[in-house]
């Protein structure tokens, strides 16, 4: 060993510097080459992973219409034609009063395996609102139950987990009501069917911290569904429909209240 150094210290500069050279790239390959081929076999092994998409949710109007066809519109004291949207009569010729209307609206989603609903809604009027589950139906039920839905041209393709097939279906389209709402609890409510909400407890703190000068009628009621979980298709998407009932009293000679609207949001979250 001795002997090399000191023919390397007889070599002129300029040999010197070219060993050194060469010595020190040596020993840089040797390190870089182990180092690439770990991260190329990282690589290679990543491409042979399956890519996941990305979980989603929709929340559209029935038969996954687009959600600007989930209109409550006006509260009719009547029932309507859902077809023309114009009061029924009866044999003898006189409006049919009810208590209650129904909207129908859909959850859709790819990627994901549970979900809540959130419904928050003001307290302008003596409304009760429920959400049900409900079944897509070609023939309507035998009983108050069915909600009949009207096809829309051309409203399939906005927001939605999208079957091709409901493109080929014409006229309208049949929603049959479960007999059980859907399992939920308000969570700044003194029940579950709440005319106005608390304004003494933590609850109302949440909302408005110290503020006191709040009109009762004016807080918002949030209701929150439990984590409904269910089991997707082949193609791990889903499409799941719902049932909005807005329901009132029938006063005195079916007299109705013209109060100032509602505000009503139904949100749907992983």
């Excluded at 979980?55 to 029932?79: C, G, I, P, T, W």
């Excluded at 003494?200 to 000068?213: A, F, Q, R």
């Excluded at 791990?236 to 909005?244: E, G, P, Q, T, V």
Aim: charged share 20%; aromatic share 14%; with cysteine.
């Amino acid at each position: 060993m001795k002997g090399i150094f000191r023919k390397f210290n007889m070599l002129p500069g300029k040999k010197k510097a070219a060993i050194v050279t060469a010595a020190v790239m040596t020993l840089t390959l040797a390190a870089v080459i182990p180092v690439y081929a770990w991260f190329y076999n990282q690589r290679k092994a990543a491409e042979l992973y399956k890519v996941e998409f990305p979980n989603s949710l929709y929340l559209n109007a029935a038969h996954r219409e687009d959600r600007m066809y989930f209109n409550l519109n006006a509260v009719s004291q009547y029932k309507m034609d859902p077809i023309t949207n114009s009061p029924l009569h009866d044999e003898f010729g006189k409006l049919i009063p009810t208590n209650s209307q129904k909207y129908v609206f859909t959850v859709s989603g790819s990627n994901t395996q549970s979900y809540k609903l959130q419904l928050a809604h003001t307290n302008n009027n003596q409304f009760t609102y429920t959400i049900y589950p409900a079944e897509e139906s070609t023939t309507p039920g035998t009983d108050d139950k069915t909600v009949v839905y009207p096809m829309h041209a051309g409203s399939h393709n906005e927001n939605t987990v999208f079957d091709p097939g409901s493109d080929n279906e014409t006229g309208p389209i049949y929603y049959i009501q479960g007999d059980t709402p859907l399992s939920g609890s308000y969570k700044n409510n003194e029940s579950d069917a709440p005319i106005l909400a608390k304004d003494d407890d933590s609850y109302y703190i949440e909302n408005y911290d110290t503020l006191t000068n709040v009109e009762e009628n004016d807080i918002p009621s949030y209701w929150q569904s439990e984590t409904i979980e269910f089991i997707w298709d082949l193609n791990k998407k889903f499409c799941h429909y719902y049932i909005l009932e807005v329901t009132w009293d029938l006063r005195g000679d079916n007299i109705f209240e013209n109060k100032e609207t509602d505000m009503v949001y139904i949100t749907a979250s992983r």
